[in-house]
């Protein structure tokens, strides 16, 4: 088969969505309810991907596919719904860690993908194939089929700074390790994956999901050539808030956010984003920083944006595309 069979042909991109992880996926669930699916193309984070016992991991591809795919599990917010861990459990019987916790099911995902690409296929090809397979009718794409990496420099209180990669820094050390810088090595290099900066130019909408900005968003607006695309479309490119109430709905945003001198607040993501996005997307009980973020020249919708059902989410995705047409 060559290696292009499983791409898509080129059809017109009428939503384009910068997607991280959770958070996107419960959006693009709601988009995908609101909207036909074949008219959007979520552009997903790559930097958290990380080897774990020779395979290929795509944490953020992972939680789209299988939110969208109807099979993930709401209880872990990652990973497969049903799953069972005892292949990654009994790997602790030869001493090797196994604190990332891979499950059976998912690992068939994570076993395919590094085969396929060993076999000379790229990351979008093989993304391509797994949300084929998963019945998905939205369409999927890196953002870059080069390697790129969220590292964190962390230090415990008085101890030395120290670099992580991502899942270092969350899932194994807890979020403890006390942000002093993040950089997004190979991104300087990087070039998008074939498609992406055509659905952002076509795109009558480009919608940045309710993701972290540091680290899910960061890295696809440090590959040369996406903010530069996204500055020209400003007019077109809607942000949802992951920020409510000065806090972040789930996950440490916060502790990347703070550090790094961004306010931990809906005006904040506003302040971070006013050079390519025009209109930002932020909760009911948010109202008040209405007035300080048009200030900065961001127009303001506000919105439930807890999606606590894809119900909410789909009438949050209606909600922000109308306020784009
Ligand atoms: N998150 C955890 O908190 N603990 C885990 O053991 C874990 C395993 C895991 C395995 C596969 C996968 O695709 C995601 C997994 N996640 C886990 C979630 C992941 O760390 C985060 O969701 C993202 O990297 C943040 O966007």
């Known amino acids: 088969m060559p290696p292009s069979a499983f791409l898509r042909p080129n059809l017109p991109s ?25 008219e959007i193309t979520a552009i997903v984070n790559v930097a958290d991907d990380q080897e774990f016992h020779g395979l290929y991991v795509c944490p953020d591809i992972d939680s789209v596919t299988y939110t969208l795919g109807g099979v993930n599990n ?9 799953e069972t861990f005892r292949t990654i459990d009994e790997l602790g019987r030869f001493g090797v860690a196994n ?3 891979l499950g059976d099911l998912d690992l068939a995902t994570h076993i395919f993908r590094t085969d ?28 870059t089929n080069d390697r790129i990496t969220t590292v964190i420099t962390a230090a415990a209180a008085n101890g030395e700074p120290h670099d992580l990669a991502m899942q270092e820094w969350f899932v194994r050390d807890r979020c403890e390790p006390i942000v002093r810088a993040v950089h997004f090595e190979g ?30 968003i960061g890295p696809l607006l440090a590959i040369p050539g996406i903010k530069d695309l996204l500055a020209d479309r400003r007019d077109r490119v809607v942000a949802i808030s992951p920020i409510v109430a000065g806090a972040p709905v ?26 390519f996005c025009s209109t930002v997307v932020f909760d009911i009980v948010d109202q008040d920083q209405a007035e300080r973020i048009e200030a900065v020249g961001v127009r303001c919708v506000s919105a439930d944006t807890m999606m606590t059902s894809p119900d909410v989410a789909a009438k949050l995705a209606g909600i922000v595309v109308g306020a784009m047409r």
């Open 187 to 216: 991104a300087d290099g990087a070039s998008p994956a074939p498609g992406v900066l055509a659905a952002l130019a076509d795109a009558e909408i480009i919608v940045i999901c309710p993701s972290n900005p540091v680290i899910s």
């Open 14 to 38: 009428v939503i384009a969505a910068l997607a991280g992880g959770v958070g996107a996926a419960k959006f693009l669930a709601g988009l995908v309810r609101s909207e036909p699916p074949r």
């Open 250 to 275: 789930k996950g440490p945003a916060d502790l990347l956010m703070r550090p790094l001198g961004i306010e931990v607040s809906c005006f904040g993501v506003a302040e971070q984003y006013r050079e």
């Open 74 to 82: 709401t209880k872990l917010g990652w990973g497969r719904e049903s």
């Open 99 to 101: 604190w990332f916790r």
């Open 116 to 143: 396929q690409l060993r076999k000379g296929r790229t990351l979008a090809e093989v993304t391509n194939h797994i949300t084929r397979s998963f019945e998905i009718e939205a369409t999927l794409i890196p953002a």
